[in-house]
């Protein structure tokens, strides 16, 4: 069993930042993927970015790259996602979860654990 919690979310307005933070705890291990996504109000759930907890490699949706950053801290088993430059169209709901293995590990398909999501929320 995986648990994880996501927490940061928040009401900012367009071109501010926030940072979420996902704790993981129970069974994870090092050839894990850590992955962000996000469900905005009547779409499909969409990738964001992915990052691997040895190596700490990363891979990003188009529609984020150069804006959000990934990363992790291994020695407290958290991840991190910082948003800057937001938009409306960066509204959603924002899901941490895990990838068991070595897959490329974008597809939700790959990944076997979710947190509950946090709201984020950006105003024009």
């Known amino acids: 069993q995986v648990q994880l919690v996501e927490s940061g979310g928040g009401l900012v307005q367009a071109g501010g930042s926030l940072r979420l933070s996902c704790a993981a705890s129970g069974r994870t291990f090092s050839s894990d993927a850590m992955g962000w996504f996000r469900q905005a109000p009547g779409k499909e759930r969409e990738f964001v970015a992915r990052?691997?907890?040895?190596?700490?490699?990363?891979y990003y949706a188009a529609s984020v790259k150069g804006r959000f950053t990934i990363s992790r801290d291994n020695a407290k088993n958290t991840v991190y996602l910082q948003m800057n430059s937001l938009k409306p169209e960066d509204t959603a709901v924002y899901y941490c979860?895990?990838?068991?293995?070595?897959?490329?590990?974008?597809?939700?398909?790959?990944?076997?654990?979710w947190g509950q999501g946090t709201q984020v929320t950006v105003s024009s």
């Open positions: 990052i691997r907890w040895s190596g700490g490699s990363t």
């Open positions: 979860a895990r990838a068991p293995g070595g897959g490329v590990a974008v597809r939700e398909y790959e990944y076997d654990y």
